[in-house]
């Protein structure tokens, strides 16, 4: 069993999937970006969850992200991956709009997006017609969103606060890993979506190719931001104990690419890092096109 680090003899706890109390030990992986300390992966045999050991309190997790290196804090654009980040993310835009219009079936409408970063999906919907309600737990990055963007986010706290059926679409793009407790976001959503609306969430997949490929030196790991690992299978199984529905799944292409240049630097291969990883996520972005659950991430559409 696995202790958390402020409650000495509390186990991890049950799978928030699917309520397993067994967690295995599946390797060691290191914090590249920030501090190089190393953590326990630990896997429920049940679904497949893999989970951050040991997970950083909430009240700690804080200095994790404290850097500039963490890019979605901090809209760093030093080095050529950052660069190739928020050329990406510029592109994306566009992408993650028509998502959210197809999914819910709606031009506009009101749209909660939680984990918000430095607000530049939100602050596109809003001036493309969509009623936005942004949610972001870091203090720095809601002060850069409003500077740059003059986005105003609020602070996560609000989520228990709005009021039910609120929502035409609610969107999670690359936040449900970072949260402590899923379950009880999941339980909110379904309170806050109207009748018909749609739930949006994009993850890592730790069994894509590419996390197969550089295995405990994968990337998107990236512990303890990461709380949690999800598989395919995992996360169906946490959005069906919620009574949500799966009614798609969409891979990120783009998401091979940068989380291979990073995995290749993190291997040491500074200067080859962004011609090896652009030859790997070429090989998962052919993979993905067979089997969609070889993405580096997916994004799971639920009613």
């Known amino acids: 069993m696995v202790t958390l680090p402020d409650a000495p003899n509390k186990p991890l706890g049950n799978c928030p999937a699917c ?7 599946s390797g060691k992986v290191k914090d590249d970006s920030v501090t190089g300390e190393w953590f326990d992966l630990m896997e429920c045999p049940g679904c497949h969850l893999r989970a951050t050991s040991p997970m950083p309190a909430p009240n700690e997790i804080g200095r994790y992200y404290a850097s500039e290196a963490y890019i979605s804090h901090s809209d760093s654009r030093a080095g050529l991956i950052n660069q190739i980040y928020h050329a990406a993310r510029t592109f994306m835009l566009k992408r993650k709009k028509s998502w959210v219009i197809n999914a819910c079936d709606k031009g506009k409408g009101s749209l909660l997006e939680v984990g918000a970063g430095t607000g530049h999906f939100a602050h596109f919907m809003q001036s493309h017609g969509w009623t936005v309600t942004a949610l972001e737990p870091d203090e720095k990055a809601r002060q850069l969103g409003a500077e740059k ?155």
């Open 19 to 25: 309520g397993s109390a067994t967690w295995i030990p």
């Open 149 to 303: 963007l003059a986005m105003q986010m609020q602070p996560i706290d609000l989520l228990d606060h709005l009021p039910s059926y609120s929502y035409d679409a609610i969107t999670l793009w690359h936040v449900l890993e970072h949260v402590h407790d899923p379950g009880h976001y999941l339980r909110r959503f379904r309170e806050l979506l109207k009748p018909g609306g749609a739930l949006i969430i994009a993850v890592p997949n730790y069994t894509s190719r590419d996390g197969s490929i550089y295995k405990t030196g994968w990337a998107a790991y990236d512990v303890p931001r990461h709380l949690w690992h999800f598989s395919p299978s995992s996360m169906e199984r946490i959005l069906q104990k919620h009574l949500f529905t799966l009614s798609g799944k969409i891979p990120m292409h783009l998401d091979a690419f940068y989380v291979s240049m990073l995995s290749e630097k993190y291997r040491g291969h500074s200067f080859l890092a962004t011609l090896l990883g652009s030859i790997s996520g070429f090989g998962t972005y052919l993979a993905t096109l067979g089997d969609r659950d070889k993405a580096s991430s997916l994004i799971y559409i639920a009613k």
